[in-house]
Every structure is written in structure tokens, then in C-alpha cells.
């Protein structure tokens, strides 16, 4: 159970989509609104954050290594176990047969750690896959979203569609980063939130990004750039200040 609440810690979730391949994973890692020194636990269906050494592709989180477990068993010990230890640390759920039960024992494990006095970052993958639909999300990843806050849970949900997410993640999301979509649908659907103009969120590329902060229309654009792969990214108009995230 959740301990420690405390009403005084601001609502930091982030909800990132974009089409396959939009990079949305890249933001996760490189948008600046998860710690560079993390307590950080990833559910993670299909191994984007997978470390190898020496791979210049599996570079893990923002090339630093990511512990993953394909069982509960072993997930939740070294979760425990990492927890515990009150450092920093990068972990992942990768069970072989993704599904929501799967995702909702993540969320229970999560709950069950939070901490208000302590914050713990969580990366739920491909979230639209393991809702029921896209009312309002009533399991333990809504009482994540809802709740999460003042017991230090910071959440960031994955999706390529967001008209397949519930409403409870967007809404609970202060933070929004949109990449390129797949259809108009999608592309109205965020324009909404940003209010922005469909032109706006057409002419994203892979990689670029608006980003939608806590205010009526209050949103800017950024993109990450590739320098020598795995080594040398960087973020180029992010208007966030990332002391404060
Ligand atoms: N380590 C990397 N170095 C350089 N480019 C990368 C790296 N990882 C991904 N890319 C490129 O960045 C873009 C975005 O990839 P990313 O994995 O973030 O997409 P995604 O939105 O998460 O896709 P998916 O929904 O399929 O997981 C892709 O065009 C990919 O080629
Ligand atoms: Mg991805």
C-alpha cells in the first residue's frame, strides 16, 4: 500500500505518443522528464530499453544499463530489493506473454512501493494494448494515474494511437508529448489538448515532437538529435526547465 502522502508534490505524468517509430521511446529518454539519476521501473512488452554490452543498438536507458525479468518472481525481488536500497537504479518487466493482467500486476507492485516521500519513476509501454477501452480506466493503472502523485509516482504512458487511450491517462497527464500520427483521428484528438492547428501536428517528422505543458494552449516544439549513435544526443528547444521536473 501507498504510504506517505503528501499533498504538496505536483502532477509530473507524462503521456508520449506518436506513430511506430515516431520516437516515442527516444522522448522517454531523452525529453528530460525522467531524473538522470532515476529510480526507475519500466514495463516493457518489447524490450526498447534492452541493454547489451557493447550493442549500439540495445543501449539500454539513454545508454545506461536496464536490468530486465521475464518473471514476476524475478521482477519483483530485484524491484524490492532496489527499492530498498534507496539508489538509483533502471529495471524492467518484460513478461513473455505481455497482457493487461500482466501490466496490472506492474501497477499493483508500483502501488504497493510508492512512497510520498520518495520519488519513483514508472514507464508503462504500449499502453492502449492492455486497456479494455477507452473509458474511464478503473484498475490499478487509473489509481496509478489518479493517486499516484502525492504518493511520488510519476507516470509515463506509451501509445502510437491516442484515441485508443482512456481518457483518465490523458487527462491525468500534465505533461503531453506528440509525435508524428498515423491519422487524422489521432492528430484531432491531440490537437485538442495542445489547441493547436492540424498543419502543426501533420509536419512532425520522426523525432520531433510539441510538447504540451500545464496551460490552455501552452505548448512548444523540440526534437532530438542523433549525434554519434547511442552517445551523443541531445534535445534542441525544449522550453522545460528540467530542475523542476
Ligand atoms: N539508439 C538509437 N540511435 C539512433 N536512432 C535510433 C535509436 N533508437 C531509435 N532510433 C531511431 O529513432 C526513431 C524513433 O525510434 P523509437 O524507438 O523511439 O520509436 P517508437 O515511437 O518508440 O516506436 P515503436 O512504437 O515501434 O516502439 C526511429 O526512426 C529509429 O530509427
Ligand atoms: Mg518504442
Same mark, same amino acid.
Given at each position: 500500500?501507498?504510504?506517505?502522502? !503528501? !499533498?504538496?508534490?505536483?502532477?509530473? $505524468? =507524462?503521456?508520449?505518443?506518436?506513430?511506430?517509430? &515516431?520516437?516515442?521511446?527516444?522522448?522517454?529518454?531523452?525529453?528530460?522528464?525522467?531524473?538522470? =539519476?532515476?529510480?526507475?521501473?519500466?514495463?516493457?512488452?518489447?524490450? *526498447?530499453?534492452?541493454?547489451?554490452?557493447? /550493442?549500439?543498438? *540495445? !543501449?539500454?536507458?539513454?545508454? %545506461? +544499463?536496464?536490468? $530486465?525479468?521475464?518473471?514476476?518472481?524475478?521482477?519483483?525481488?530485484?524491484?524490492?530489493?532496489?527499492?530498498?536500497?534507496?539508489?538509483?537504479?533502471?529495471?524492467?518487466?518484460?513478461?513473455?506473454?505481455?497482457?493487461?493482467?500482466?501490466?496490472?500486476?506492474?501497477?499493483?507492485?508500483?502501488?504497493?512501493?510508492?512512497?510520498?516521500?520518495?520519488?519513483? *519513476?514508472? =514507464?508503462?509501454?504500449? =499502453?492502449?494494448?492492455?486497456?479494455?477501452?477507452?473509458?474511464?480506466?478503473?484498475?490499478?493503472?487509473?489509481?496509478?494515474?489518479?493517486?499516484?502523485? %502525492?504518493?511520488?509516482?510519476?507516470? $509515463?504512458?506509451?501509445?502510437? +494511437?491516442?484515441?485508443?487511450?482512456? %481518457?483518465?491517462?490523458? /487527462?491525468?497527464?500534465?505533461?503531453?508529448?506528440?509525435?508524428?500520427?498515423?491519422?487524422?483521428?489521432?492528430?484531432?484528438?491531440?490537437?485538442?489538448?495542445?489547441?493547436? &492547428?492540424?498543419?502543426?501536428?501533420? /509536419?512532425?517528422?520522426? #523525432?520531433?515532437?510539441?510538447?504540451?505543458?500545464?496551460? #490552455?494552449? !501552452?505548448?512548444?516544439?523540440?526534437?532530438?538529435?542523433? &549525434?554519434?549513435? /547511442?552517445?551523443?544526443?541531445?534535445?534542441?528547444?525544449?522550453?522545460?526547465? +528540467?530542475?523542476?521536473?
Amino acid at each position: 500500500m501507498a504510504i506517505n502522502p !503528501n !499533498n504538496t508534490l505536483p502532477a509530473r $505524468h =507524462v503521456f508520449y505518443t506518436a506513430t511506430t517509430g &515516431g520516437g516515442k521511446s527516444m522522448a522517454v529518454q531523452y525529453a528530460g522528464f525522467v531524473p538522470r =539519476v532515476p529510480c526507475l521501473a519500466i514495463f516493457d512488452p518489447y524490450g *526498447d530499453y534492452l541493454y547489451k554490452t557493447g /550493442s549500439k543498438r *540495445d !543501449n539500454g536507458f539513454g545508454g %545506461k +544499463r536496464v536490468y $530486465h525479468y521475464s518473471t514476476r518472481r524475478g521482477f519483483a525481488r530485484a524491484f524490492r530489493q532496489a527499492w530498498g536500497t534507496r539508489k538509483c537504479f533502471r529495471i524492467a518487466y518484460k513478461p513473455p506473454k505481455p497482457n493487461r493482467a500482466e501490466m496490472l500486476w506492474f501497477c499493483e507492485l508500483m502501488w504497493a512501493a510508492a512512497d510520498g516521500d520518495r520519488r519513483l *519513476d514508472v =514507464v508503462i509501454e504500449e =499502453v492502449a494494448k492492455w486497456v479494455e477501452s477507452t473509458a474511464k480506466e478503473q484498475s490499478i493503472l487509473g489509481e496509478c494515474m489518479t493517486g499516484g502523485r %502525492k504518493f511520488g509516482l510519476v507516470m $509515463h504512458t506509451v501509445a502510437q +494511437r491516442p484515441t485508443e487511450v482512456p %481518457k483518465t491517462i490523458t /487527462s491525468q497527464s500534465p505533461y503531453k508529448i506528440v509525435g508524428m500520427q498515423e491519422s487524422r483521428a489521432d492528430a484531432e484528438r491531440m490537437m485538442k489538448e495542445l489547441d493547436c &492547428g492540424f498543419e502543426e501536428i501533420k /509536419s512532425l517528422k520522426a #523525432l520531433c515532437y510539441l510538447l504540451k505543458s500545464p496551460g #490552455l494552449s !501552452n505548448f512548444s516544439s523540440f526534437k532530438i538529435e542523433m &549525434g554519434e549513435w /547511442s552517445k551523443n544526443q541531445t534535445t534542441t528547444n525544449l522550453a522545460i526547465d +528540467r530542475t523542476t521536473i
